[in-house]
């Protein structure tokens, strides 16, 4: 049930991108009416890096004077920088109904629905502004969110188009060794990666991507190199749960777990890190404890289907029949035409079957 251990990497590139591009967003503008104050104020906090109370003053600039739409987009912008994708999307919508045709918010916009998991509604808000204005950036944003919808063909295309435009794009070299990976195509991928760091050396991301498919190509020395230097570039929980993954493919249980910790140490939110030690508990056997830790995965992250399917497979395996029904028709509820979610049902329910036959029997036979 669970994928290669690339999948989780790929939104991880995808998050480190947009706030690496919001830089380009923060070109904050200014208005001269009366709630010049506030905003003044706001932009001081933000340039400062204090967001949350830039947010509260760029929100009273537009109290002050609702029609002043660049006071409604920068408290968008730092309601995104703050996470807050909620307050963000609210302040947008705001922002279209003062300015419709507002191509940069709907950038923003976009990048806000695919943090909220909402990459159909994000790929129609960057298909409008390439088509106001197609560059090689706007590409790639588009190719992350058909990623994120699994269209990786659709993907790669993006991706060339923006190499094509800026043959020096980084996140285009990078995504598309991504983007190869995902369809099966290692040694292109690899070159991919490889031009990626010909362009940014020492990147932390590319270095991890390339240690993963080296590893699953069998070149576990350069893939142990790459990570090495992933590390010594930036000590990301993302790049211990790759390696952890990649560990865990030979079943060495104890250096996977290692990383693991190392990961969640690093960041204790993190619900890939959890949802990954159920899977070497399921290896090992120990079912219950597996169950446990998809749990907190699904405590920390309960939109993601996938940790429903896991915890419901693991369920299976130690014969807690309906538990795995209940997680397998709350994966459906969030992803109703998963294939593996239908599968594993009826998996649960012949198992359901047999065991009230089996009662019946032995019911009868008294």
Known sequence: MRRLPITALILVFA??????????????????????????QADAFYDAGAMEPAAEYYAAAFEADPQHAKALYNLALTNFQLKNYGKAEIALEKLFQLNPAD????????????????????????????????????????????????HTNDALNDFDEALRLNPQNFDASLGKGIALMELGQPKLAAAWLDQALSIRQGDATALTNLGVIK????????????????????RQSDIFLARAKCYLLDHNYSDAIADAREAMLLDGENAEVYAFIGDVEVEKGAINDAIESFGIAIDLKPGHANYYLCRAEASIKGKMYYDAVSDLYRALDLEPYNPDAKVLLQTAYRHIDADVLGQSLSENNH
């Open 15 to 40: 998050t480190a991108l947009f706030y690496a591009q919001g830089q380009g967003f923060q070109e904050k503008a200014g208005f001269e009416l009366e709630a010049q104050h506030f905003y003044e």
């Open 215 to 234: 590893y699953q190509m069998g070149e576990k020395a350069e893939a142990m190199e790459a990570f090495r230097e992933a590390l010594q570039s930036s």
């Open 103 to 150: 191509t940069t918010a709907y950038e923003l916009y976009g990048h806000t629905l695919l943090q909220k998991g909402q990459p159909d509604r994000a790929i129609d808000c960057f298909n409008m502004v390439l088509y106001a204005e197609p560059t090689d950036t706007r590409y790639v944003h588009r190719a992350l969110a058909k990623i994120s919808t699994h």
